[in-house]
């Protein structure tokens, strides 16, 4: 492979208000390769990208393309260049045939000022071919599958002669086939010269495409790594980074002999998202769930709290079988659920502090049996002070607050409810130190209270240091039980490397 | 807290500016002409009169439907039927007076139904009809617009088969009270609308349905992980809109003591939405005021009175309704709003008064 | 997937014949057949089938048809106009006013109220763009300012008397036959007039704009998603504009024609027209959440729309109002059509291949 750097970025640094969101990273990319971009949630990567393309604009440092300094200013300058970005979602438009959408805007037309269909759907065709896709281009493209979608993208970006290829989490909704389908036209386009940057969570797929790989973590560069001279487990330790931030300590939560079965998880799964999840679940125990994301720990959350609705499998809640078909069935059983994206299904932004401790409570009581605004004040005030949040009233709008306090309005309205079965996905992501410490101390008291909890967490070292289980979860599956107390963090990074290395036992 | 006197959230309160808007109009009338001010007491009818009574008198129809689609908008939906429901309820009521008109030809004070039946049924026929729309879109999930589009065109229609394409005249003195009798020396209209504005905010402030109706309007998702039907409180909005419809209804067919299926309610959705989102609720949903809907309804009423009384064709009064909805969405307009300065990430804060906030 | 054909077989004819995207236009063409069949069938004997009754379907509703065109690309863009009567009306205003109390010459009337639709609709083009504000809305605005400035202008109706607007409304193609080796007009006579050329040439415009133009595919991309239109790089601000300015011009011409058929300016002319032109486009297959729809669809939904009056008009004893009714319902049974083709697709997404 001949070494032609056509891209090299040095010491870039991007202040957003608060955060150092990049910290003289340096990235490099060489004609022909494909080249992995990896990193948590947070990590700096898709900022690292925006930068590239001109979405966000460096305060230090400086992008060499083909040799030459450029500074771009907007997409449409970066696409110019010949740098072309795909992204998860497919930004094309459904309505349009196949054809239409790798060229609408730039048809080519006939004379007297006619597009000239049949010109259009004859390079479509082609174009197509190359990447060894056999489809009718005349058909609306919502008649295809995400995968073939995500390759009509592809093509696309790939048309306007582009030089450099930036893949964004393209395979996130693809299955197996349509993964491998990608990778031959990524392979196929490397030969023509192209540069890849591909970004993604599975793993299996760096080690199965990428040349080599770049790590971030929390806006700084970790290393760079040819893909053949780094082990899977070497690279999970990368990622995820030790968290030495906290040090508080912690007491694991004591489960008393002979504690009932508080929920049974039996083969639970929705087809094509997440299957044949089984887990139980004991009164005052926590259970964690680890594995990169993707890996079907927010899908199992959702379904256990009816927010989608499982096909197959079934659930028991204290020894008896229930029916959780939406989330009101599952606040009747005395659950309660803080979801991941707390923006999108957490605080309800333009109502106050007050309303949103209250909300829960009040759907469980009904809409006819108000609580009076002194009982609303009275409950939030005495969460607001348990959980030590910073407002300085109880009216205060909830958009207002920063996140960590977000989220403790949202656990304050769970709590309020008195569950008897607590799911937190991610409650401590994007928040600071103090407060994450807050929100573990807190968990475990719950824990010592007698309620069960279920907590995600992409970070080994809180999961290792809370549970009394660890459930690990790997490609929309369930890859294994650990205990809590004797594991090691490299006993997780094994399972979630390896897979099925461990025998499934509870 | 609550209690304490806190200028900066009143000066951000929704409300505030919509009132200093109407304070600003009758300023301006005050200075022009100071006569537009007199009450008299006329002792024959037992009633106030005076062009500040004829305002609140006048905005009554659409006040009362605003009230509905307040809750409608709050839920980030539109109602374009109530102005067709209007005319319906209005044939209905005299459908029922009147019958097919064989027994009494001429009109008089009588009625054929008594007169509990013919509000009822009236009632009635738009709960149903409201429920309907409350079905297509909660249950079906429709886009509200299109939803309420089919009865907007149908409505109409079905008013005219029920009067059988007939228009009736009624001098029932106890259909005329609705809108020409008077309590406590006020017209009968606004005795309702006050009514029905005690009712609404007790439904929706000192029920959790208020607190329900703004969750669902913000954020959908979260309110349904937090364990809310969505689906049930968008239905009840719908039924009750098309029920204070029938209200705005018969008290227009009282007015003009007929039903009139092709005028009646004409272009009353399109008021009522604005009186509504003047009031201060966003049409993308979220936080609604019942009381700036009122006060909505009566800048709108205010300024048609006002240009009226100078001899400005009632038509014309249009052009400067149309004034009033552009300054209101260009205040509340995002990138007007942004530019205004400092304002938070959230997409979803709304409305011109926080401008100023 | 794993087909490794070099020939790339097209979908077949009846594939593409049975596109669900089509099946809007085919339904209503369908049901326009049905009542057509059912109207032969009743009142056949009574001169239902003649080519007569069926150009007069043209010439009652041709001005609603001019503006159901430009709807038809606004609603496609997921937008909505609710301005098109009332400027419409405004325009009958311009002519009646400026002809009768001015005395101006009828067409200048035309091109000042041309300037003033398109510039009006492009201002609400970018208000609803770069301002973000709800089309309902905004065009909500419109529609109060245009029928305001009507009433400003006249609160009467005003006839108009113009020898060359007289000529233009009369000008008349007469519907010949061959006897005899001699062209006579057909019995009963029958004609097409100025407004049913103008309603079949907007037709033929707004095709050749919305297939064969960029600016046409740019439409369906918007209404299809506008998020992607953006990221594609499409001149999204351009087209939406351009839109509400081309039905700005429909709205005019709309005015023209209705004029060209009353012979006079009312200020409440065409009041709820605009619900009438939206639930033609509806009826003729346009989504009203955008990215479907077309011309051929607007033309039938135009002559389903119109079919039920004269249907009622046949029938003698059945009253008008059965047709908002007969509206009503077709347009629940449309949308009811609508709702199950999209939800189809979404379903038949899923087993694909």
Request: one cysteine or more.
């Amino acid at each position: 492979m001949p070494d032609k750097r056509i891209l090299e970025m040095k010491g870039i640094e991007i202040q957003f208000p608060g955060v150092k969101a990049l910290d003289k990273v340096d990235f490099d990319l060489i004609a022909g390769e494909v080249h992995a971009l990896l990193g948590e949630n947070g990590a700096g990567k898709s900022t690292l990208i925006k930068c590239l393309t001109g979405v966000h604009h460096m305060d230090k440092g400086q992008i060499l393309y083909d040799g030459k300094e450029i500074t771009p200013t907007s997409p449409q300058a970066a696409i110019a260049m010949g740098i072309s970005t795909v992204f998860q979602e497919i930004n094309l438009c459904q309505n349009l045939t196949v054809a239409e959408n790798i060229f609408v805007g730039r048809q080519p037309m006939k004379r007297g000022k006619r597009i000239d269909w049949k010109a259009i759907n004859r390079r479509a065709e082609e174009l197509l071919l190359r990447f060894n896709i056999h489809i009718d281009v005349t058909r609306p493209l919502d008649y295809y599958s995400t995968g073939i979608q995500q390759m009509v993208s592809i093509a696309r970006a790939v048309d306007v002669r582009a030089k450099i290829l930036i893949l964004d989490e393209p395979t996130s909704s693809l299955d197996e086939k349509e993964v491998e389908r990608l990778f031959d036209v990524m392979r196929d386009l490397k030969k023509t010269g192209m540069g890849i940057i591909f970004i993604t969570h599975f793993l299996d797929q760096v080690f199965a495409i990428s040349d080599r790989m770049t790590v971030l973590r929390n806006g700084h560069l970790v290393g760079n790594f040819l893909t053949d001279q780094i082990s899977k487990i070497e690279l999970v330790r990368q990622m995820i980074g030790k968290d030495m931030d906290v040090i508080f300590a912690l007491k694991r939560p004591t489960v008393a002999e002979g504690a009932p079965e508080t929920l049974k998880v039996e083969n639970l799964g929705i087809a094509g998202r997440v299957e044949n999840v089984s887990f139980s679940l004991r009164k005052g125990e926590l259970i964690g769930f680890a594995g990169l994301l993707g890996s079907g720990r927010t899908e199992t959350a959702e379904m256990v709290f009816g927010v989608t609705r499982a096909d197959h499998g079934a659930i028991e809640i204290n020894e008896k079988p229930a029916r959780i078909r939406i989330p009101v069935d599952a606040i009747q059983h005395k659950m309660a659920f803080c979801p991941e994206d707390r923006k999108r299904d957490g605080i309800i932004g333009d109502l106050s502090v007050r309303e949103n401790i209250a909300l829960v409570v009040q759907s469980r009581r009904g809409a006819l049996k108000p609580m009076s605004p002194k009982e609303q004040l009275d409950l939030a005030d005495k969460y607001i002070t348990m959980l030590g949040i910073a407002t300085p009233d109880a009216d205060k709008k909830v958009g207002e607050l920063s996140g960590g306090n977000q989220q403790k309005v949202i656990l304050a309205r769970w709590m309020a409810t008195q569950p008897e079965i607590l799911i937190l996905d991610e409650p401590t992501r994007g928040i600071d130190v103090g407060a994450k410490a807050e929100i573990q101390r807190l968990m475990l008291e719950l824990c010592g209270q007698g309620v069960s909890v279920l907590f995600i967490s992409s970070e080994l070292d809180e999961i290792l240091r809370c549970s009394n289980r660890v459930i690990v979860m790997r490609d929309r599956c369930k890859a294994g039980e650990l205990p809590g107390e004797t594991s090691r963090q490299e006993d997780i990074l094994q399972v979630i490397a390896e897979g099925s290395s461990l025998e499934e036992d509870a | 807290m609550k209690t304490k006197f806190d200028f900066s959230r009143i000066m951000k309160s929704k409300i505030t500016w919509a009132v200093i808007a109407e304070l600003m109009i009758l300023l301006v009338c005050l200075i022009i002409r100071p006569e537009f001010f007199q009450i008299s007491y006329q002792e024959s009818t037992g009633m106030l009169y005076g062009s500040l009574i004829d305002i609140l008198n006048r905005s009554s129809e659409i006040t009362i439907i605003a009230l509905g689609m307040t809750l409608v908008i709050a839920l980030a939906g539109t109602d374009l039927s109530v102005g067709a429901l209007v005319a319906l309820s209005g044939a209905m009521a005299l459908k029922l007076m009147r019958w097919d008109m064989s027994e009494f030809p001429t009109a008089g004070d009588y009625s054929i139904t008594p007169m509990f039946w013919v509000i009822l049924v009236a009632l009635g026929i738009c709960a149903l009809f409201g429920s309907f729309n409350g079905l297509m879109i909660a249950r079906f999930g429709m886009q509200p617009i299109i939803a309420t589009l089919v009865l907007m065109v149908a409505g109409r229609g079905v008013a005219q088969i029920i009067t059988n394409g007939r228009q009736m005249t009624t001098n029932f003195a106890a259909f005329k009270f609705i809108s020409q009798g008077s309590v406590l020396f006020l017209p009968m209209p606004i005795i309702i609308t006050v009514v029905i504005f005690i009712l609404m905010s007790l439904l929706t402030r000192k029920t959790a349905f208020g607190m329900f109706v703004e969750s669902v309007g913000i954020n959908p998702n979260a309110s349904r992980v937090s364990g809310l039907r969505s689906s049930l409180i968008i239905f009840t909005a719908y039924l009750i809109t098309g029920l204070l419809s029938g209200v705005s209804g018969l008290i227009y067919a009282s007015r003009i003591g007929q039903n009139d299926s092709n005028n009646a309610g004409i272009n009353y959705e399109l008021d009522a939405i604005l009186a509504v989102v003047i009031g201060g609720t966003s049409m993308s949903g979220g936080k609604f005021s019942l009381t700036g809907t009122v006060i909505g309804s009566i800048i709108i009423r205010t300024i048609i009175t006002f240009v009226y009384y100078f001899g400005v064709a009632a038509e014309a009064t249009m052009v400067f309704r149309a004034l009033i909805v552009v300054v209101v969405i260009v205040l509340q307009s995002e990138p007007v709003r942004e530019f205004m300065g400092k304002r938070r990430t959230m997409r979803k804060v709304a409305m011109g008064g926080e401008l100023h906030g | 997937m794993a087909d490794k054909r070099i020939r790339i077989k097209r979908q077949s004819l009846t594939n593409r014949i049975f596109n669900p995207k089509h099946v809007m236009v085919y339904a209503t063409i369908g049901v326009f057949l049905l009542i057509y069949l059912f109207g032969a069938l009743m009142y056949g004997d009574k001169g239902f089938t003649t080519i007569r009754t069926f150009l007069n379907m043209f010439i009652d509703n041709a001005y609603f048809g001019i503006s159901a065109v430009g709807m038809t690309m606004v609603l496609i863009t997921g937008g909505i106009d609710l301005s098109v009567a009332a400027v419409a009306s405004l325009t009958g205003m311009f002519i009646a006013y400026g002809n009768s109390v001015l005395g101006m010459d009828p067409f200048l009337c035309i091109a000042i109220a041309m300037v003033v639709g398109v510039g009006l609709g492009a201002l609400m083009g970018a208000m609803i763009h770069y301002l973000n504000v709800p089309p309902f809305i905004t065009t909500l605005a419109g529609m109060f300012l245009a029928r305001g400035a009507c009433s400003l202008i006249s609160r009467e109706s005003i006839a108009i008397n113009n020898a060359a607007f007289d000529a233009l409304a009369g000008w008349k193609i007469y519907i010949m036959k061959l006897v005899d080796g001699e062209w006579v007009k057909v019995k009963p006579i029958a004609f097409v007039n100025f407004n049913v050329m103008l309603f079949l040439a907007m037709i033929l415009i707004g095709a050749y704009l919305l297939k064969s133009t960029r600016l046409g595919r740019n439409v369906y991309a918007i209404g299809g998603n506008e998020q992607s239109a953006k990221l594609m790089f499409l001149p999204v601000a351009k087209t939406k504009i351009f839109v509400y300015a081309f039905n700005g011009f429909c709205s005019v011409l709309m005015g023209v024609s209705y004029a060209l058929y009353v012979k006079s300016g009312w200020n409440l002319a065409l009041q709820g027209g605009e619900l009438e032109v939206i639930a033609s486009a509806v009826i003729g297959g346009t989504l009203l959440t955008g990215g479907v729809g077309n011309m051929l669809g607007t033309l039938f939904g135009v002559m389903l729309k119109s079919i039920i009056p004269a249907l009622i008009t046949f029938a003698g004893n059945l009253l008008s109002w059965w047709g908002k009714i007969a509206t009503g319902l077709l347009l629940l049974l449309f949308i009811g059509i609508q709702r199950i083709v999209v939800t189809y697709s979404a379903r038949r997404k899923g087993s694909c291949r």
